[in-house]
């Protein structure tokens, strides 16, 4: 996962939110919920452009299978009961596994821009879905937070959901997760939030793991050999500049490179950012970057 900025609220849509959740009207009313899967699907080249054309949660490449997701679910929250299950690489998720625990979702959030983010179809339509786990645990089915007519008087506020928003202000991946040199990703000394969102989100899948696994093993090696050059300038900015760009935003899986730097040598990203200004080296990476990029 990759710390993202969210990106502006177009002008204007703040009070088209606020139009489209007054034609839903009240809960229980005649005819509700009837969401407008348009409005949010409409806004997906605003959050192609924010996240790099990357899923929020496992950095494969989006393209046109991914959503303009919620990231608190719109219809119902689900829990995840079958454990292990989350690790299938080809089973859907039956609803047996993933029973409602509430009556309603964050039904008001609906059309919420900083309720969304964008997602693969597998994080999202065959993982995720309505999976929103929070701490402390929701202790009811069809607890009054979700069945309040007026979003006032919710109290979301306070609940502290264990599945990690990539758009979350000062996000640092690195104490949440960490990855073996297989690429698989596992929860950093057992972090609540690293191991909820793998579990919701499927992370530890075989597909991506196998798919993330080359990557991986070449970050480890380069970011030894980065130990190793310490006194070799030439040497040094090869690598250097060659992690820098694994790591930038508009690359695949950036997010596992810059744990991995900091689980092989100790030091934070920006010890290496600051390392490639200090030196001169930036115009290296920008060209690497405008190369990268033109191809696309
Ligand atoms: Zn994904």
């Not at 698989?184 to 939030?193: F, G, H, L, T, W």
């Not at 798919?211 to 980065?226: S, T, Y």
């Amino acid at each position: 996962m990759l710390n993202f900025k969210r990106p502006r609220r177009p002008n204007g849509l703040k009070q088209k939110s606020k139009d489209q959740l007054n034609a839903l009207g009240l809960p229980g009313s005649n005819g509700w919920p009837k969401f407008q899967d348009k409005f949010w699907q409409g806004l997906k080249p605003n959050f192609m452009k924010a996240q790099y054309q990357k899923c929020g949660y496992c950095e494969i490449q989006i393209s046109a299978h991914g959503d303009v997701e919620h990231y608190r679910p719109k219809s119902e929250v689900q829990e995840l009961i079958a454990e292990g299950t989350e690790l299938a690489n080809s089973r859907k998720l039956k609803g047996r596994d993933k029973p409602a625990i509430t009556e309603m979702g964050y039904w008001w959030l609906a059309y919420e821009w900083e309720n969304y983010l964008l997602s693969c179809a597998i994080c999202n339509q065959k993982y995720k879905s309505a999976l929103f786990p929070v701490a402390p645990d929701r202790p009811t089915r069809n607890h009054q937070k979700f069945k309040a007519q007026d979003p006032k008087k919710s109290d979301i506020k306070k609940e502290q959901p264990l599945l990690i928003n990539p758009f979350e202000k000062d996000l640092d991946p690195y104490e949440h997760f960490e990855f073996l040199k297989s690429g698989v990703i596992k929860a950093r000394n057992d972090d609540p939030r690293g191991k909820e969102t793998i579990r919701v989100c499927g992370l530890r899948r075989i597909s991506l793991s196998r798919q993330r696994g080359p990557r991986a093993v070449e970050i480890w090696d380069d970011a030894l050999d980065f130990l190793l050059a310490r006194n070799n300038l030439n040497e040094l900015r090869r690598i250097a500049t060659g992690l820098y760009f694994a790591g930038h935003q508009v690359n695949l899986y950036a997010g596992m490179v810059r744990i991995i730097f900091k689980q092989v040598t100790f030091l934070d990203w920006n010890n290496l950012e600051n390392l490639i200004k200090q030196e001169g080296w930036m115009p290296i990476v920008e060209d690497k970057v405008r190369n990268a990029t033109s191809l696309n």
